[in-house]
């Protein structure tokens, strides 16, 4: 049975720390409220090869109920994934009848690109699916409408609780599923949005893990303490935060353990994220931040190859046995 939890610091269990100030203590849950509904103007990006369509989504959104600004149209893969990574996107509208050929990479490529954007698919009638034998929203899109039962009103409504949908669900991941040394995902964050990435691995370029260890810092604890090496901890965030992308799902698994699930890996992913390592180790040394003088890291590469589907811990016991033991 796999342990899900990592020790919050880096403290050894036997060596004491300072007595508390405050002898009690109060658990308190957060109360999450959903963010109030802003009046600001929200920005779209729609993704659609029909013409009519446009026309369609367009004059919904220029009505008189709507704070939704249609910023930008996107015909093909790339133009979506560019526009994202110019920023400024709020929510995406993709007509999955106009691109029926290529509405299912968009949805799962943008999701990987921006994932706290939300997408919204635009059906042209009841019933339609972004791929055969679909009959629900799938897991990366918010919500779904159909365009011929939208009004000046609803088609406004929808994209802004969709966009408060998705900040919401943010916030209560980031509740759960982080590190609170680092900031990074926990290991229960990483495990699970990993089996979820698993089942989408088919449709993407691939996927790759990367496995990574702080070199000497146990010894490193013994010489300059614990609190040291807390901060060689983040040091080491730090960089991994650097040499990833955004998109890119980074964990601290164990006491000196990281993990990056690196999604949509080309053929030469391995090669390019080791020279960023590598660069991103060196600036960390000249910059003399705390923690990483002397910081080391190992780095260990596997790419998934299409295949019957592993569970992420199977894959990750494959490429460094005994890990997942650790803590």
């Known amino acids: 049975m796999m ?33 109030a509904m802003d ?50 996107v709020e929510v995406v509208l993709l007509d999955v009848t106009s691109t029926a050929d290529m509405a299912a990479e968009v949805l799962h490529r943008a999701h990987v690109q921006a994932p706290d954007v939300p997408i919204v698919l635009v059906m042209q009638e009841a019933g339609a699916s972004v791929t055969p034998g679909q009959g629900r929203t799938p897991g990366d899109a918010q919500d779904m409408v159909v365009l011929d039962q939208l009004g000046a009103a609803m088609l406004p409504r929808v994209l802004r609780y969709a966009i408060e949908r998705q900040r919401l669900q943010n916030t209560l991941r980031q509740l ?19 089996e979820h990435h698993l089942t989408l691995a088919p449709r993407t370029r691939g996927l790759m893990i990367a496995l990574v260890d702080v070199k000497g810092l146990r010894a490193f604890n013994d010489r300059s303490g614990w609190q040291a090496g807390n901060e060689r901890l983040r040091a080491a965030a730090e960089v991994l935060r650097a040499t990833f992308r955004a998109s890119d799902v980074i964990a601290r698994l164990g006491a000196d353990d ?34 990483a003088a002397g910081l080391e890291l190992a780095m260990t590469l596997t790419r998934i190859e299409p295949g019957p589907p592993l569970a992420i811990d199977d894959l990750i016991e494959r490429s460094v046995p005994g890990l997942l033991g650790r803590r």
């Open 258 to 291: 990281f993990a990056v699930l690196v999604l949509d890996a080309g053929e030469d992913a391995g090669v390019v994220v080791q020279r960023r390592l590598e660069a991103q180790l060196a600036m960390a040394a000249t910059r003399a931040a705390a923690g």
């Open 3 to 35: 342990d899900a939890h990592v020790a919050v610091d880096n403290a050894p269990c036997d060596q004491p720390r300072p007595a508390p100030v405050i002898q009690r203590v109060h658990v308190v849950r957060p109360v999450l409220h959903p963010p």
């Open 176 to 194: 759960s599923l982080t590190d609170e040394l680092t900031g990074l995902y926990n290991r229960t964050g990483f495990l699970a949005l990993c």
């Open 39 to 88: 009046s600001a103007p929200h920005s779209a990006l729609i993704v659609s090869r029909s013409d009519a369509t446009i026309r369609v989504i367009s004059d919904l959104l220029r009505g008189g109920f709507s704070d939704i600004t249609l910023i930008d149209l996107a015909r093909t893969t790339p133009d979506v994934l560019e526009r994202l990574a110019s920023g400024g």
